[in-house]
């Protein structure tokens, strides 16, 4: 590496730093503008200055992520209320994010992936699910997670789901295999 | 309100609605969305569990690994975790700051 290359790189990489430090300093809801707090986590490792700020950039949301993290919060409460109109609670009743186990309570693992698999929303009726239901944008891929589904029924033939916070057990028969919904955060 | 109402984690009939905050799902669709969305929740879990604010469910969910599945809940927050990170993640997620920057104010109450 020559020295002009050198210097191009050091200059590169002050205009990285600058920039991250200009946004981090943005004044807080509860601080002003260039008041001194944190940081000890993020200087943990020794990293160095460059790590830092890497690390504190990946932290952060980029403005995609911040419009799908809005979007999806709209999509599951859309679901929830259309499904709370079609099962009213009592005699339903609609569980969130329920991990798929067995009949001891341990989460059951896909042997391919090693990984768990979570539902997004299940109705149950009695100690039985009847519905299940996965909510997720017009275009993702959900297929992995189907697949995932599919093969830990396959290995097992009693599935049992997860609720009230891990304080339960509801059972998921293979008439309650999860259903996919597309929703347009908009519509 | 008491800690298990908060948390929607109660009896039968009452509080079944689980607080959810965050899911790896919700980046899918956004180029290399789920990576970054995996990256940033590990890093924040790690940090949550550095402070003492994660559960035993958020620090067994921690332990298991991230990935596409994953979601941010209340059950997974201690009490004083759901307060201060429960309440001000949207605000987070909107203010486009790293999250020790953001959320280490509301830590010092």
Known sequence: ???????????????????????????????PAGSSHGGEFMSKGGGG???????????????????????????????????????????????????????????????????????????????????SVEVTSKTADKSSQMARERRLRQENTKVYGLIRGGKAKIWMPASAKTQVIRVRASD | MDASKRKNAGNPGEGKRLKLYDRIAWYADEGNGTARAIERMTLLMKW????????????????????????????????????????????????GKGFETFFTPFLKD
């Open chain 1, 49 to 131: 200055i460059a790590s830092e700020i890497s690390k504190a950039e990946r932290g952060r949301f980029r403005v995609g992520d911040r419009a799908n993290a809005e979007k999806g919060a709209v999509r599951e409460e859309k679901i929830r209320a259309k499904l709370a109109e079609k099962y009213p609670e009592p005699p339903h009743e609609i569980h969130s994010q329920v991990y798929l186990i067995d009949e001891r309570g341990k989460r059951l693992l896909d042997p391919k992936t090693g990984k768990a698999r979570r539902v997004d929303f299940v109705v149950a009726l009695g100690k039985k699910a009847i519905k």
């Open chain 2, 48 to 95: 949550l569990d550095a402070k003492g604010l994660l559960s035993d469910i958020g620090k067994a969910e921690l332990e298991a690994g991230i990935n596409e599945d994953s979601v941010l809940n209340a059950p997974m927050l201690t009490d004083r975790g759901d307060e201060v990170v429960g309440t001000h993640y949207m605000e987070w997620v909107r203010s």
């Open chain 1, 1 to 31: 590496m020559n020295i002009l290359d050198a210097i191009g790189m050091v200059r590169a990489n002050l205009r990285h730093w600058k920039a991250a430090e200009s946004v981090e300093n943005q004044a807080h809801p509860r601080y």
